[in-house]
């Protein structure tokens, strides 16, 4: 018997969960593992943020929510839309979930039929091409290589398009490379993609102020472009609330409706206290989100420079989010003792076995060539996992 359905059997689990279940296991076994395996900024949870929560509790907020969030808490994030972005949105166009996965995750069970078309740039993050699956859709895999900072290019999108396509997945600042793009990509883009209107542009924009390069630029923001966006953001990474579970997605009303329709089906509104919280986060100081930017950036600088005194790695600068892409290509066909490396798979396995870090290898990314490494840990720790993955690397011959 024991038979899971096809649509399970279909998905592969998740790379960055397995290799941070693997290093925890290690952990526990005594060993001393760093870990830059996870996507998860390592600061708390601002106080008046978590002071709201617990006045949410206190007062009440323990019951069903309405399935798209409160009003209060949409009406925050409107705000936030029209402040720090420009954007124009009714209470209406918003809908809150559990988490940006989630919101992501809806969006394209909303919109996309068997067969339909769904343009994923590589790399990717593990989840999307997965989600397309999900909905027995299509993913369509476009590659960005380092030598182009991991972003496609509008001609490389225009050869993608077909008259199946029916959406494009664009994250910027990116997971897993931290690539941006600049207000000038996103308009050569738009310019593809006023050709087609039949394609909606599924934006996530989690990372938006984990940024290094100035103000973040949405392709909402172009004219053409906004009434066919879904616009996918929330609090994790900006507010440190990764387990609050809060997203949310702001675009055309009949995309809206048709999420709130879905989720009403499947998990309802998200947590009433954590949405409480969330609004805090919305409404109140944005210091703390600049601190943590500040923190990031200079993390980054030193990963670069570090990374960089490696021989072997081929390494860019990232402009955004908390995550360094070298390229490891160079490795493969090595081996030290019994150990062959053939893919990056294989070095991810290597560098936590041997050198005891945790990164995770491209493959799943879309980017077998590649590892990813996440520095949302401590200067001490960067500085020392460096000096194990040089020492590991060195070994291999």
């Keep these: 018997m024991n038979q899971l359905s096809d649509r399970l059997n279909s998905l592969s689990p998740s790379a960055t969960l397995a290799m941070s279940q693997k290093s925890a296991e290690l952990k526990a076994q005594g060993v001393d593992v760093i870990n830059l395996s996870v996507g998860e900024p390592d600061f708390n949870t601002p106080d008046h943020i978590k002071e709201a929560a617990k006045k949410a509790i206190d007062e009440n907020y323990s019951r069903y929510s309405p399935v798209p969030g409160y009003p209060a808490l949409r009406n925050a994030i409107v705000a936030k839309l029209k402040n720090e972005n420009g954007l124009e949105y009714t209470a209406a166009q918003i809908s809150c979930a559990n988490g940006a996965k989630q919101s992501v995750c809806n969006t394209i069970l909303a919109l996309v039929n068997p067969g339909d078309e769904v343009i994923v740039p590589a790399p990717y993050w593990v989840s999307y091409p997965e989600m397309v699956k999900l909905a027995e859709g299509k993913p369509v895999i476009v590659t960005a290589g380092i030598e182009q900072n991991f972003k496609i290019t509008p001609a490389q999108l225009e ?102 329709k879905l989720q009403g089906q499947y998990t309802s509104g998200p947590s009433s206290v954590s949405q409480k919280a969330a609004e805090a986060a919305y409404t109140g100081t944005q210091e703390p989100v600049e601190e943590m930017r500040q923190a990031f950036q200079r993390r980054r600088d030193l990963i670069v420079k570090l990374t960089k005194e ?88």
């Design 159 to 260: 050869a993608a398009i077909t008259p199946k396509t029916k959406a494009l997945i664009l994250c910027s600042p990116s997971n897993p490379t931290g690539s941006v793009y600049s207000a000038e990509e996103l308009a050569a883009l738009a310019a593809v993609l006023e050709k087609h209107p039949q394609v909606v542009i599924i934006a996530d924009e989690i990372y938006e102020h984990i940024n290094y390069i100035g103000r973040h630029h949405s392709i909402a923001q172009v004219p053409s472009m906004k009434d066919r966006t879904v616009i996918v953001n929330g609090v994790s990474k900006a507010y440190a609330m990764t387990g609050w579970r809060i997203g949310f997605i702001a675009g055309p009303e009949w995309i809206v409706k048709g999420v709130n």
């Design 310 to 397: 490696v021989p072997g790695l081929e390494v860019n600068e990232p402009e955004g989010a908390f995550y360094l892409f070298p390229k490891c290509s160079s490795f493969f066909g090595k081996s030290a003792g019994d150990r062959q490396i053939n893919n990056s798979d294989d070095l991810a396995m290597y560098l936590l076995e041997v050198g005891h870090v945790a990164c995770v290898g491209g493959a799943s990314f879309g980017a077998p060539e590649c590892i990813r490494m996440s520095y949302a840990t401590s200067d001490e720790n960067i500085v020392e996992a460096v000096r194990r993955i040089k020492e590991a690397l060195a070994a291999l011959k």
